[in-house]
């Protein structure tokens, strides 16, 4: 058996035969889990960035030295040492045809590499030996069977060994696992190693197992690198700190991380986050099960993490309900509104109701995302989820993402809630651009039951026709055919009488949308009101909206330009009057101001409706305006976050 130092030994006589330029290869072994603990810093170390293939001598290059051309010779020495770990591969090494090996090879599903099955010494080869010749293998799986690891010190060397040895891989998946006792440190740095590797797992491992094998590879790929980090006790992700992803392509590289089921995790602060090339390829983040469950933003060192995802587009974002509610109620860097996740899934919601924030927060000027339009979310079974409960949550879903299209929802309840929810009638939420929503994976097929806000009745009566102001008049449907017919003139103040446009096109009594050709008799899955301009021509409250624009923009409160859709006149409005009328009295026409967050869609599926907001409650646009006196406080520009800096 070979003593540290011997090890040490051999290996500087590994880089001597490659080159003097190679330099030193130093190892430090801990020789306990205690040791690695009481470690505060990092001395593993590589920071040459390079952007050709490594250079090790003055004429040739790393890959040169290892020759990447299959011969019979070197396939029989691989799969003699897989056999240990992969005993039906023995049987192969009679084989004399080359091209037969490699099938042979390539089929494997997953190459075991178990290093409780190989002493140091059969390790303990020339650096780059262990050729696996550029093989496209589809998994090889690096692990220690041995769960007593009564030598840790031991394994070390050999997984080192191992790393080390390893030259020309082509690997679909490399997954290392169940190395969780070893402590891996350098002071010199290595090689660059060069590999192309698909998806990178690492499961039941160490900070020092992660950081040897992301600071000494060299992750080329071409399309897509997956980074998964499972069941581990890091506290931390100093261990991706030296992490390097290069493309040979000119497409971006997709990258995605994921971190999950680490108990032990308490701090974010990463300088993987800050990396350019990271942060300008990172596709996916995925979060789960971290910790305690419980974060801070300033004692779990979340600023370069919250930095990330407000500077990067993520197509996916995975979160659990404990850090999104940082950024939920985050008042000070607008985390919330820099969010930049296309589609957001929140998991572990403890709490039916999400916005327990004060109303104050709603006076904030920028509460609001205007970038996800996929949200997920996912409750725990202990929440309760009720048919009010999914109400009150697209409520605050409308109020906080105005640009979703797509909701799905995952009670975790014992018993569906999904007839429950297609059996509700009284749902007031708002979302502007909502196309799907789906409960418990299924859509949901929900009926809205227009209700007119019980205090537009009690708005000033419109007594005389605004001076040089278009204006659009909504008569309820049920009203049509009077008006029509003008029999409806009879029952209205004389102020109303005056003002609302007659029939000047002799319009049939039963109402037919020019646009969307629905006539009133097919009305269910409709407001029940009619859109009159003040050229004559009618549409649905549907087409209406339509016409106004679909997400008009946030920020805008004036009306978008409108033509009529059947003669093409100008009919853009300043205002909208609405035939409505008070118990026992006749009808009247009221006024409101149209702005682009006056008119919003309830899209649940076919089903629509039309609320005015702002008419005896502020809508959320003008609580935000509202706030202008507290810019100083919060409506004005966001702080940096500590330990970023604007510039990337």
């Not at 303990?124 to 069977?145: E, F, T």
């Not at 008119?599 to 706030?627: H, N």
Request: with cysteine.
């Amino acid at each position: 058996m070979q003593t540290a130092k011997q090890i040490a030994v051999s290996l500087r006589r590994k880089q001597a035969a490659l080159g003097a330029l190679l330099g030193l290869v130093v190892f430090l072994l801990a020789g306990s889990l205690n040791g690695a603990e009481e470690e505060d810093h990092w001395v593993i170390e590589n920071n040459d960035q390079p952007l050709q293939p490594l250079q090790v001598g003055p004429n040739f290059t790393y890959l040169e030295l290892h020759d990447a051309e299959p011969t019979l010779e070197k396939l029989h020495s691989l799969i003699g040492f897989l056999s240990k770990s992969n005993p039906e591969l023995e049987q192969h090494l009679g084989c004399q045809d080359v091209q037969q090996l490699i099938d042979t090879i390539e089929a494997v599903e997953c190459l075991n590499i178990d290093l409780s099955k190989y002493s140091v010494e059969e390790l303990d080869l020339d650096m780059g030996s262990l050729n696996l010749v550029c093989m496209p293998l589809q998994k090889v799986h690096i692990y220690n069977s041995d769960e007593a690891v009564s030598d840790p010190v031991n394994t070390e060397k050999k997984f080192i060994c191992l790393i080390l040895d390893m030259a020309n891989i082509g690997i679909q998946t490399l997954k290392i696992s169940n190395l969780d006792k070893h402590a891996i440190r350098f002071d010199y740095s290595l090689p660059w190693r060069s590999v192309p590797v698909k998806d990178l797992v690492f499961e039941n491992v160490s900070e020092y197992v992660i950081a040897f094998v992301t600071t000494i590879f060299n992750f080329s790929v071409e399309r897509s690198l997956s980074l998964t980090i499972l069941r581990s006790n890091i506290t931390s992700l100093m261990c991706l700190d030296n992490m390097s992803v290069s493309s040979s392509s000119n497409e971006q590289t997709i990258f995605s991380l994921t971190l999950e089921n680490l108990p032990r995790f308490t701090d974010f602060q990463s300088k993987f986050f800050q990396l350019p090339r990271t942060v300008e390829c990172i596709d996916s983040l995925i979060l789960r099960n971290l910790g305690t469950g419980h974060f801070d933003l300033e004692e779990n060192n979340m600023y370069s993490l919250f930095y990330f995802i407000g500077l990067t587009g993520l197509n996916r974002l995975i979160l659990p309900m404990s850090i999104f509610s940082i950024i939920w109620n985050d008042m000070k860097y607008n985390l919330f509104y820099n969010m930049k996740a296309v589609s957001l899934y929140i998991e572990d919601i403890e709490d039916p109701v999400i916005d327990t924030s004060p109303q104050l927060y709603y006076t904030h000027k920028h509460f609001y995302n205007p970038n996800t339009t996929n949200l997920a979310l996912s409750f725990n079974s202990t929440a309760n989820l009720t048919a009010t409960g999914v109400n009150q949550l697209l409520e605050w879903v409308g109020l906080g993402f105005i640009h979703v299209e797509n909701i799905a929802i995952y009670p975790n309840t014992a018993t569906s809630l999904l007839p429950n929810i297609q059996a509700a009638k009284d749902w007031t939420f708002v979302a502007q651009r909502l196309k799907s929503l789906r409960v418990e994976g299924k859509e949901a097929k929900l009926t809205y039951t227009w209700k007119e806000d019980m205090w537009v009745a009690e708005l000033p009566e419109l007594t005389q026709q605004p001076y040089n102001e278009r204006m659009i008049y909504l008569i309820p449907y049920t009203s049509y055919k009077d008006w029509a017919s003008e029999k409806i003139y009879g029952s209205l103040t004389p102020a109303a009488a005056r003002i609302l446009p007659k029939n000047k096109y002799d319009q049939a009594a039963s109402f037919r949308c020019p646009v969307c050709l629905v006539e009133e008799d097919d009305w269910e899955n409709k407001a029940p009101v009619v859109a009159l301009f003040e050229c004559g021509h009618c549409v649905c409250a549907e087409c209406l909206d339509g016409l106004f624009g679909v997400g008009a923009p946030e920020h805008n409160t004036s009306p978008y330009y409108v033509k009529c859709p059947l003669c093409r006149v100008d009919v853009s409005p300043k205002s909208v009057a609405l035939l409505t009328k008070k118990a026992d009295k006749k009808m009247r026409l009221v006024k409101m101001t149209a702005a682009s967050y006056n008119l919003r869609k309830y899209y649940t599926k076919q089903c629509l409706s039309m609320e005015f907001e702002g008419i005896a409650r502020p809508s959320l646009k003008r609580k935000r305006e509202s706030s202008a006196t507290r810019s100083g406080e919060s409506g004005g520009n966001p702080e940096t976050l500590p330990g970023t800096s604007s510039t990337g």
